[in-house]
């Protein structure tokens, strides 16, 4: 790095050292100073990271020439009406994360097929019980809902499980093995055709609460959700009422509208839900400063930003 620049750390200061030891170990010559512990002039500082961000704080810094999520998901910045939209904002893309989404996925995903609940029950009754049918794998149809950088993996890894596999993304896509859905017009036809379905899409003003009523009618009977995406996607009471209808055979979530999940949520006693605490991917706090470390490296010598969001589509 050739002039000193100044990196604004806007994380819980309980955590700022998660990011402060790797980001003085890679970048020594960055100044790093973190939100709510650091004294600092808002003009010095250049770039920022962070995942939250507290509403006004990026407007308020008038030198700022680009901002880095923490996370592969920007929601928690596009919910500032106030966000700077001349400064590029970089997400976080990291094969290892989409890995770790895929595994988490597949896992679950699993988990419903086998009906390996059921074995846990039988098992805490001692009883020996072979006579569940198995269902077949190549007519169990899984639908993606968001078939980008993490999406695509999942879709992948349980194509070459066996599963019928189909995604929805706003444009149409070419996967061998994995049928196409784009758009709101093909929404429809892709619920319905989706034993499974997993939600993969960014938080948006065109996704939130995608995952309602309406669209748990027009997905088959016995269908299973998984949202590993935001829990804004999510109509949690509509979940329930689909649940307990008898219409949907249960869910998966790692995500949820109100995040620690209260403990006066229905979903954690729920029998036929599954909780996680927002986990299915854990990013490496070393990768996650080398991808600021890079970007600032590459903002500096005028090359162009990777995994810039674009504003108008909200992801
Ligand atoms: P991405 O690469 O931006 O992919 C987003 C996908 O959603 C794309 O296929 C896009 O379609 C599709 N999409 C967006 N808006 C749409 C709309 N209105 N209608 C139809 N399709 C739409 O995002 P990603 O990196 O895969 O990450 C996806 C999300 O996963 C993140 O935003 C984050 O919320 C979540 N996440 C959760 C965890 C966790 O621990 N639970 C960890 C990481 C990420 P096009 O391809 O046509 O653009």
Known sequence: MTARSTLLLAVPVSWAGLWTAPLAEMAPDLNVVVQGRDEYDPKAIDYALGFRPETGLLASLPNLKAVFSLGAGVDGFLVDPNYPKRIPLVRFVDHQLSREMAQYCVMHALIHHRQQRLFDTFQKEKKWRQSVPPRRTDDTRIGVLGIGEIGTIV???????????????????????????????????????????????????????????????????????????????????DLIAAIDSGHL???????????????????????????????AAISDPRVMAKNAVDGIARHKVGKPLDNVVDFARGY
């Open 155 to 237: 879709a992948k890894r349980l194509r070459d499980h066996d599963f019928k596999m189909a995604g929805w993304s706003r444009t149409r896509k070419q996967i061998p093995g994995v049928e196409s859905f784009a758009g709101h017009e093909e929404l429809q036809k892709f619920l319905n055709r989706s034993d499974i379905l997993i939600c993969l899409l960014p938080l948006t003003a065109d996704t939130r609460h995608i995952l309602n009523a309406k669209a748990f009618s027009q997905l088959p009977k016995d269908a299973f959700v998984i949202n590993v995406a935001r829990g804004g996607h999510l109509k949690e009471d």
């Open 249 to 279: 055979s249960g869910a998966t979530l790692d995500v949820f509208e109100t995040e620690p999940l209260p403990d006066s949520s229905p979903l954690w006693s729920h029998h036929k839900i599954t909780v996680t605490p927002h986990v």
